[in-house]
T-cell receptor, first 112, second 108 residues
């Protein structure tokens, strides 16, 4: 199995632009998670899905962030408009049963 | 109070040493516990789950103390390749909480 796939691996954008991060979970995993990691705040869970349905989005910072999972093999995290404080590494993870999680390589986002 | 707390370290130990980390959690009803390992500029990777009876995987031993609300990770005969940040994870009521991590440096 290829593992969790994320794209792009690096993204540099200017403040105010829309950013879309993409994730393909491991086939057969019913759970998908989006995390953000910074030096100051560590690893934060933003949202997670079970069978494509959002279960907990209490970690989504504000309305500028949105996440979708249109099918079992694809999810997006969108930031519109982006701000410099959104600069972080964004990880996607998937899990077969919702407990043990397998992380993708992350997207390193820089907002100038 | 944070849901999960860890000593950030760093723990600097020589090769072959035994080292232990603890992680405390605030919710006594927490259901599941895990240790993850994260190398610099890489993604976290599951190291092991923590079972109520304790569990061992080679040089690694994880234990759960519900009375005192902490989990521990013991590494025996540490290797240079064990140098990483170790994150504890606590799951309760459909929420996952990650600790900020404990950094381990194993030196020759």
């Amino acid at each position: 199995d290829a593992g969790v796939i994320q794209s792009p691996r690096h993204e540099v954008t200017e403040m105010g632009q829309e950013v879309t991060l993409r994730c393909k979970p491991i086939s057969g995993h019913d759970y998908l998670f989006w995390y953000r990691q910074t030096m100051m705040r560590g690893l934060e869970l933003l949202i997670y899905f079970n069978n494509n349905v959002p279960i907990d989005d209490s970690g989504m910072p504000e309305d500028r962030f949105s996440a979708k999972m249109p099918n079992a093999s694809f999810s997006t995290l969108k930031i519109q408009p982006s701000e410099p404080r959104d600069s972080a590494v964004y990880f996607c993870a998937s899990s077969p049963l919702g407990d043990e999680q397998f992380f993708g390589p992350g997207t390193r986002l820089t907002v100038l | 109070r944070k849901e999960v707390e860890q000593d950030p370290g760093p723990f600097n130990v020589p090769e072959g040493a035994t080292v232990a980390f603890n992680c405390t959690y605030s919710n006594s009803a927490s259901q599941s516990f895990f240790w993850y390992r994260q190398d610099c500029r890489k993604e976290p990777k599951l190291l092991m789950s923590v079972y109520s009876s304790g569990n061992e995987d080679g040089r690694f031993t994880a234990q759960l103390n519900r009375a005192s609300q902490y989990i521990s990770l013991l590494i025996r005969d540490s290797k240079l390749s064990d140098s990483a940040t170790y994150l504890c994870v606590v799951y309760n009521f459909n929420k996952f909480y990650f600790g900020s991590g404990t950094k381990l440096n194993v030196k020759p």
